[in-house]
């Protein structure tokens, strides 16, 4: 397993995360299957998205938060980030990157992201073959 670390900027955040993932497939080895990525917290997830344009990225954050807003009386966890639990939970903790030729499998357009919802904060990204 390969571990690499991302510093987030905003309470919520989505980083493009897919240079790192690929690095970490050729440290790796990983030639052919696929890799886990994986995110080891409970406010933030995975997912893979278009990288085009930077509209999606605002449009998924603003969906998010309009679906789950960051403060409502109703909620009960005493930190006070139950959104940011929600949200991450929606959006998965890891994915699957098939590879092959020892590169990532991914559409024209498609990246994979890192998503903050209780940032910023330096959260850890860990890749393992399979």
Not at 36 to 42: A, K, Q, R
Not at 44 to 55: F, M
Not at 94 to 117: D, H, N
Request: charged content about 20%; hydrophobic content about 40%; aromatic content about 6%.
């Amino acid at each position: 397993m390969k571990e690499f670390t991302v510093r987030t900027d905003a309470r919520d955040d989505l980083k493009d995360i897919t240079q790192q993932v690929q690095q970490a497939a050729d440290a790796l080895g990983c030639s052919e299957g696929a890799c886990l990525v994986f995110i080891p917290h409970t406010t933030a997830g995975v997912t893979i998205n278009e990288n085009a344009d930077p509209d999606v990225v605002s449009d998924l954050l603003h969906i998010l938060d309009k679906t789950i807003p960051w403060r409502d009386r109703n909620y009960l966890h005493g930190e006070g980030n139950s959104a940011a639990h929600a949200k991450a939970s929606l959006m998965g903790f890891s994915t699957l990157v098939p590879v092959a030729g020892g590169r990532l499998v991914l559409g024209t357009w498609q990246s994979v992201y890192l998503c903050e919802f209780d940032g910023p904060r330096s959260r850890r990204v860990q890749v393992q073959e399979l």
